[in-house]
């Protein structure tokens, strides 16, 4: 849910629960299908002609652009031949040249799978990368970003259940060291999305008597957030 507070001194904030939160992992995706040119903007258009996508698809984008590539979006003011990419921005053509986003595909995601039984979440990573300098002239040394981010890891505690039949599916993507989607949908509908390698430790652990066990999501592409 979401709880919105008023503040009398500046505009209202909102707080959002993670109570109700589900995880979820794409295990299925259906044929991708090629796209000849991308728009640079914000929810760029792909033109991929005959695809049969609707509004609100979930798509896994691989793209010659290495900064939209292995990324989910989702389907929006999709028309023939023509499907709009929501969650991205392509406007700066220092990073997406003109052109560059021939030769990617659109596959929509065709089955998630929830990871059964979560008791904690612990996202890290995703922090700006800085570098250090120091000129002879200067009197201060500076730290400035490189542009570039910390991987991003997502370990995911769980009970532990053999006999669970989303375990059991998650567990030979895992040992397959298969590529899949990541969801992480919230009770009032929101929803980040990622694409990487879930990893199951298949070890249990006791914790307080019971048994556990970990799973870590790790993200190739960018995170979207709707």
């Known amino acids: 849910r979401m709880r919105v507070h008023l503040s009398e001194k500046g505009p209202a904030m909102a707080i959002i629960s993670t109570e ?12 991708a299908k090629p796209v000849t040119a991308i728009a640079n903007g914000e929810n760029p258009v792909a033109d991929c002609a005959g695809h049969d996508f609707q509004n609100g698809d979930e798509l896994l984008v691989i793209s ?13 003011n999709v028309a023939a031949g023509k499907v709009g990419l929501s969650g991205v921005d392509t406007s700066n053509t220092g990073f997406f040249a003109p052109g560059g986003g021939a030769g990617s595909t659109l ?3 065709t089955k998630w799978v929830e ?12 922090d700006p990368v800085y570098k250090s300098r120091k000129f002879l002239k200067r009197r201060n040394a ?15 505690t769980m009970m532990y259940d053999p ?3 989303n375990y059991k599916e998650l567990l030979k993507k895992s040992r397959a060291t298969a590529k ?4 992480q949908l919230l009770s009032n509908g929101s929803a980040t999305y990622a694409y990487g390698w879930f990893v199951i430790k298949e070890t249990p652990v006791p914790d307080d008597g019971d048994l556990i066990t970990t799973r870590t999501f790790s993200a190739e592409g960018l995170i979207t957030s709707f």
Not at 20 to 26: E, K, P, V
Not at 115 to 126: A, F, L, N
Not at 180 to 183: F, I, Q, S
């Open 20 to 31: 109700g939160m589900s995880l979820l992992i794409g295990v299925t995706f259906d044929v």
């Open 64 to 76: 010659p652009w290495e900064g939209l590539s292995s990324t989910i979006v989702r389907a929006v």
């Open 107 to 109: 596959a929509k995601i």
């Open 115 to 126: 990871i059964p039984q979560v008791t904690k979440y612990e996202p890290s990573g995703g």
């Open 142 to 156: 500076m730290t400035y970003p490189t542009g570039a981010f910390e991987p991003t890891k997502i370990p995911v």
């Open 163 to 165: 006999n669970d039949a």
């Open 180 to 183: 899949v989607a990541y969801k």
